[in-house]
């Protein structure tokens, strides 16, 4: 079956430091890789959608110098949390397309808290 | 604004009853995805939708094939397991973003 491996689980780390996240697509193609992430208040924002050979579309407020991705094949993507503050806590979570059903399948998130 | 808009917020139901949770949104969508999110986070597909109907036990799933501007999902004879926060996400025309509703959190009452 289709699953996605989302890592590491959680996260703690001091202001001002950063956090990369993996991800990886098992038995499917994943030909798109969107990053959310999920506030305390359990609200999901869209930070950006990324499709293999194209360019990486940010989402209003999130940008590349702060959320720099990467997804160099069709099984794998990376997500980094440069230079995180309290605003930046939260659940993030890949949710990686299947080019061929449509559906997204996600990880279990990435918890990431801020001291 | 928000481009998906979920109801109800919050819902218990009596074990055995049934209920609807619903997402409507503010322009035509191309699918639609339901999602459970269980205690550890994950989030657990339990539809995809493009178009029509769709049932898997005691859930089923609708999506408005006219002007695709509504989705439903349906849970029929509610059991204690049911309970957790369910998500719809819905993809647009556009670049195949898919935005999320802010989730109705259900609790099962024996």
């Known amino acids: 079956g289709a699953l996605v491996y989302q890592y590491p689980r959680r996260t703690i780390c001091k202001s001002g430091t950063s956090m990369r996240m993996e991800c990886q697509a098992v038995g499917f193609q994943a030909t798109s890789v969107a990053w959310y992430r999920q506030s305390p208040q359990k609200t999901f924002e869209l930070i950006a959608l990324s499709t293999v050979n194209s360019a990486i579309k940010y989402e209003q407020n999130f940008t590349q110098e702060k959320f720099p991705i990467s997804h160099p094949n069709l099984s794998f993507s990376s997500m980094t949390v440069l230079n995180a503050y309290l605003e930046d806590r939260g659940l993030y979570l890949c949710?990686?397309?299947?080019?061929?059903?449509?559906?997204?399948?996600f990880g279990e998130g990435s918890k990431l808290t801020v001291l | 604004g928000d481009q998906v808009e979920q109801s109800p917020s919050a819902l218990s139901l009596h074990e055995g009853t049934d209920s609807a949770l619903r997402c409507n949104f503010t322009t035509t969508m191309r699918s639609v995805q339901w999602f459970r999110q269980n205690s550890r986070g994950s989030l657990i597909s339990l539809f995809y939708?493009?178009?029509?109907t769709k049932e898997n036990g005691r859930l089923k799933s609708a999506f408005d094939s006219k002007e695709r501007r509504y989705s439903t999902l349906h849970i029929r004879d509610a059991q204690l397991e049911d309970s957790g926060t369910y998500f719809c996400a819905a993809e647009g025309a556009g670049y195949q973003n898919f935005y999320f509703g802010k989730g109705t959190s259900l609790t099962v009452i024996p």
């Open positions: 939708l493009a178009s029509g």
């Open positions: 949710g990686a397309r299947s080019g061929n059903t449509g559906q997204l399948y």
